[in-house]
């Protein structure tokens, strides 16, 4: 069984910055990908960014240059540095992690979601 329990949320003020956290516990062979999605009020959840292992990361355009992703691998903790917030930014942020199994079979899991609100 795997865990993701994600940490970081908050409210913050439109240009401010937050930073998310996303541990991986349990019975984990190898990571293949992690990264965050969103779910803003009234809209569907949106990929926020991916890092895959091997493959590079990747970010909405929405984000890019002001949201970086991380992963510290020793740690099977998965990073999202959040600059400049906007308005439009405000959602429940959730984790997502692809782990392989031994056999190499990719399993995917979800965290429970942090809220973050940007407001004045």
């Known amino acids: 069984q795997v865990h993701l329990v994600e940490s970081g949320g908050g409210l913050v003020q439109p240009g401010g910055s937050l930073r998310l956290s996303c541990a991986a516990s349990?019975?984990?062979?190898?990571?293949?990908?992690m990264g965050w999605y969103r779910h803003p009020p009234g809209k569907q959840r949106e990929l926020v960014a991916a890092?895959?292992?091997?493959?590079?990361?990747n970010y909405a355009d929405s984000v890019k240059g002001r949201f970086t992703i991380s992963r510290d691998n020793a740690k099977n903790t998965l990073y999202l540095q959040m600059n400049s917030l906007k308005p439009e930014d405000t959602a429940v942020y959730y984790c997502?992690?692809?782990?392989?199994?031994?056999?190499?079979?990719?399993?995917?899991?979800w965290g429970q979601g942090t809220q973050v609100t940007v407001s004045s």
């Open positions: 890092d895959t292992s091997g493959g590079g990361t």
């Open positions: 349990g019975s984990i062979f190898s990571i293949y990908v």
């Open positions: 997502n992690a692809g782990l392989r199994s031994s056999d190499a079979t990719v399993y995917y899991y």
